[in-house]
């Protein structure tokens, strides 16, 4: 395994993680915990999500969160976006960058999104327009690359014909989500196959739940394929509204140490990850 590369942390707890916790987390810390995880290396963090606070109510305060935040330089500061209302209200509120989302199943398209898939790529083409006028970068999102709850088993190559699609419509970037975290290293080794056809490593991040503790070699199966950004949470918080069971990304501080262990870069403050782990909102 390759260990000259610099590998990107992508924390997404502000946003991926708390939208899953049960009691109202005060907005003032939620602003903490971001300025808390601005200071410790991490070049990128998904701070808030510009949803219908109906569908997750914990993010209802994204607007005071992103007005709140202390920012800096080194950070860009994204937000999820499902549609152009979202999109407009994360121009307003500054975000670096946004972040749209779709399901490489249909069933779970349905629960999430209300829409098939191919509806979901049909409200992407004016959000991309817009987004571009802006100039504001976009990153695509594709859960259920393994498993769905609604459909079962994903079939790699959707995902990879998705994946390319995104890349297509003007994304940077597309992380996949292992949302159920049932992948495991052969399953995630032929999605990789599939997917790698279609783009290349240097567009692809990963997404991996900690369900059944196998996170960290999904990880490592995606490091023998040249990928170098990851998506992480906070203390492995978080999960999915509409996958009960799931538990958190990978935990930021875990995923850290596991690849500066093979001698990978990071940038990041491991020790300060574990104090804010410590001493997360609840």
Known sequence: MPNEKQITIFEVGPRDGLQNVKNNIATADKVGLINALSKTGL???EATSFVNPKWIPQ???AKEVMAQIERHKHVDYSVLTPNCV???RAIVAK???????TSASEGFCQANLNCTIEQSFERFVPLMQKAKSAGIKVRG???NIIECPFDGVTDPSVVAVLTKRLIDIGCYEVSLGDTLGKGDKNSVKRLMQQVIKQVSAQQLAGHFHDTYGRALENVDV???FGVSVFDSSIG??????YAPGAKGNVA???LVQHVEGFGFKTGVDVDALHSIAQNLPS
């Open 252 to 254: 930021t501080e875990k």
């Open 43 to 45: 070049t990128k963090i």
């Open 222 to 224: 995606c490091l023998e």
């Open 236 to 241: 492995g918080i978080g999960g999915c509204p």
């Open 59 to 61: 993010l209802a305060d």
């Open 141 to 143: 999102y594709i859960s």
């Open 86 to 88: 979202g999109l407009e």
């Open 95 to 101: 975000a670096d960058e946004v972040s749209i989302f």
